[in-house]
């Protein structure tokens, strides 16, 4: 059973001509990771802001299609009710943290959600300690660094303990390593806790591997979807929607062009990789032997 | 710099002051200066907040430029003062159109001095009060909570806004814009490419802004809970009624002139 699921729709900002979403349908499933993939203006976000109903209770348009979260129409909720069950980190974090403290911040969104104190302060430390920022509890959110406040927007999500989190754009800021570990907690969110983790992104590089399932837009509509090596077809078509391809996925393709490996030993990321290239090492010292 | 920007993060006694005592002494001294022209007491009441103020760690450089934002104003009400009022017995000066006596001086500094009370009141407020408490105070005071957070929301974003206009200006003016040049209309004009931006730049801030709210939950219950809400402990109290009994006290003494200089 799916959390989220979108059935053909489309959607049209006011006074735009070309649609910002063609007939998408997309499920979301409990405790997946779904990569959403797609160069600039592919629709990611406006996918995004229909998955925590932003689309279309506050952000108005011309839709068509339905939207259903956890059972319902995402339009019949009350302002505010989604957020129990999707959180949304926005692309620009400048504009989601707005309180002086770290601790406010992600104290917020319990507080509207009207629950008792005690229990706000422990989510508050959970949602600080899975996110690794405990330390700047007392911090000036203005006065972190882009990951940290990266970190700190999804902390402020984390703690209304949604069913789905939704992250546009999460890994512009920050640098490699930084890429890399919040990947690493986002997954095994996803794994231990059974939070489903939306992912929009222009690359995918880094999470290759760790992703259930991946999704490629472009233009406002959905490319195609499935298991990481289904969904991502040539790193030519990749190129093509505006997306940069995985490096390995390059160096696969032209050891199959060379036929140094086979169209079934491709790879796209690093563990895979290992094991084909090891084999391939093995079998040239058996040839040498 | 942000009216937000301006707390310090420490752990002080006024820091830990129930945000109301702050808000009202706050708002009791604008009044208060509206009536009260008595020095002595202004003077005291002014080194009386500056130790408070320094008491809650502010640096004294940060304090120092932000007092001097206001301290302008005030020096230049008793610099332009004795064009306007050269009545007074004691003649320090005349220069026939600029006069200068002790009477119209001490009215001038009694003004000064009511500028920087005020201002000091509030100084002592933001330094020593987050964002959270602040609003919560008002609350509790009566303001509804949506004017409360929208207020805290605008203090903390104009600052951006400024930086991001200057960021802006300067983006024109390394394209060859001149910005900063001719008359009074033709800056006005040269301005309107730094102004649109900045306001497209607000605009989109803003949508973010309430989309941000709504996806955290705003609105979505009729009762709001507070993870650290504010409680008046006895000290609090005590001093709530101090300001309320004193303040008003002190007005009536002067305005009856029974305090003299
Ligand atoms: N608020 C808006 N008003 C009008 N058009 C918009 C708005 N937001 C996005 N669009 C348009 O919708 C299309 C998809 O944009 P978006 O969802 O932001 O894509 P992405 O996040 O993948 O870059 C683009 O053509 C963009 O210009
Ligand atoms: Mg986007």
């Known amino acids: 059973m799916s959390i989220i699921s979108i059935r053909q729709v489309s959607f049209r900002y006011p006074k735009q001509d070309a649609p910002a979403l063609?007939?998408?349908?997309?499920?979301?499933?409990?405790?997946?990771?779904?990569?959403?993939?797609?160069?600039?203006?592919?629709?990611?976000?406006?996918?995004?802001?229909?998955?925590?109903?932003?689309?279309p209770n506050l952000i108005r348009g011309e839709l068509a299609g339905e939207i259903i979260i956890d059972g319902k129409p995402s339009s019949s909720y009350p302002q505010g009710g989604i957020s129990r069950i999707v959180g949304l980190s926005l692309q620009d974090?400048?504009?989601?943290?707005?309180?002086?403290?770290?601790?406010?911040?992600?104290?917020?969104?319990?507080?509207?959600?009207?629950?008792?104190?005690?229990?706000?302060?422990?989510?508050?430390?959970?949602?600080?300690?899975?996110?690794?920022?405990e330390n700047l509890r007392k911090k000036s959110p203005s006065a972190l660094s882009g990951g940290q406040k990266q970190r700190l927007a999804i902390a402020s999500v984390l703690s209304m303990l949604p069913k789905v989190i939704v992250l546009d754009e999460p890994l512009g800021m920050l640098d490699p390593r930084g890429r890399r570990d919040l990947i690493e907690i986002l997954s095994r969110l996803a794994k231990e806790k059974g939070i489903s983790v939306v992912i929009s992104e222009s690359r995918i590089d880094e999470f290759i591997e760790i992703c259930d399932r991946v999704a490629i837009m472009h233009n406002g509509s959905l490319i195609s979807s499935g298991s990481p090596s289904d969904a991502i077809a040539s790193s030519d078509t990749l190129k093509t929607y505006g997306i940069e391809p995985p490096r390995l996925q390059i160096l696969s393709e032209l050891m199959i062009s060379e036929n140094l490996i086979s169209q079934k030993q491709s790879f796209l990321g690093e563990r895979r990789a290992n094991e084909v290239l090891k084999s391939l090492i093995d079998r040239e010292k058996g040839g040498v032997v | 710099m942000s009216l937000m920007d301006m707390?310090?993060?420490?752990?002080?006694?006024?820091?830990?002051?129930?945000?109301?005592?702050?808000?009202?002494?706050?708002?009791?001294?604008?009044?208060?200066?509206?009536?009260?022209?008595?020095?002595?007491?202004?003077?005291?009441?002014?080194?009386?907040?500056?130790?408070?103020?320094?008491?809650?760690?502010?640096?004294?450089?940060?304090?120092?430029?932000?007092?001097?934002?206001?301290?302008?104003?005030?020096?230049?009400?008793?610099?332009?003062w004795p064009f306007f009022d050269k009545t007074g017995e004691t003649v320090l000066l005349d220069l026939s159109i600029y006069k200068v006596t002790l009477e119209s001086l001490l009215r001038s500094l009694s003004l000064a001095l009511r500028i920087l009370v005020m201002a000091s009141g509030w100084f002592l407020l933001l330094y020593s009060t987050t964002q959270s408490r602040l609003v919560r105070g008002l609350v509790k005071l009566g303001m509804p909570y949506d004017l409360g957070?929208?207020?805290?929301?605008?203090?903390?974003?104009?600052?951006?806004?400024?930086?991001?206009?200057?960021?802006?200006?300067?983006?024109?003016?390394?394209?060859?814009?001149?910005v900063d040049s001719g008359g009074p209309w033709r800056r006005v004009r040269n301005f309107i490419p730094v102004l649109i931006p900045t306001f497209v730049f607000a605009l989109r801030t803003s949508e973010g802004i309430s989309a941000s709210l709504v996806s955290r939950?705003?609105?979505?219950?009729?009762?709001?809970?507070?993870h650290r809400d504010i409680r008046v402990r006895h000290t609090d109290a005590a001093l709530i009624t101090l300001i309320v009994v004193s303040v008003p006290s002190a007005i009536i003494l002067d305005l009856m002139n029974l305090i003299s200089i």
């Open chain 1, 22 to 55: 063609s007939n998408v349908s997309l499920d979301i499933f409990p405790g997946e990771l779904l990569a959403l993939i797609g160069g600039d203006r592919a629709g990611k976000t406006t996918l995004c802001h229909m998955l925590n109903g932003l689309i």
């Open chain 2, 149 to 178: 957070l929208s207020l805290s929301i605008a203090l903390r974003y104009i600052p951006h806004f400024i930086e991001t206009m200057d960021m802006i200006k300067d983006a024109q003016v390394s394209r060859g814009y001149e």
């Open chain 2, 7 to 80: 707390y310090v993060h420490r752990d002080t006694p006024i820091h830990r002051l129930d945000p109301r005592v702050k808000i009202i002494l706050a708002v009791f001294l604008t009044i208060f200066c509206f009536f009260l022209s008595n020095i002595l007491l202004l003077f005291g009441l002014f080194l009386l907040l500056q130790l408070l103020i320094l008491s809650t760690g502010v640096s004294i450089k940060r304090y120092s430029s932000s007092l001097w934002l206001v301290g302008r104003f005030a020096l230049i009400f008793v610099i332009l």
């Open chain 2, 217 to 226: 939950g705003y609105g979505a219950s009729p009762v709001r809970t507070y």
């Open chain 1, 93 to 133: 974090p400048e504009s989601q943290l707005f309180t002086a403290t770290v601790e406010e911040e992600v104290a917020f969104g319990p507080e509207n959600l009207s629950i008792p104190p005690e229990e706000i302060d422990r989510r508050v430390t959970w949602a600080l300690e899975v996110m690794g920022i």
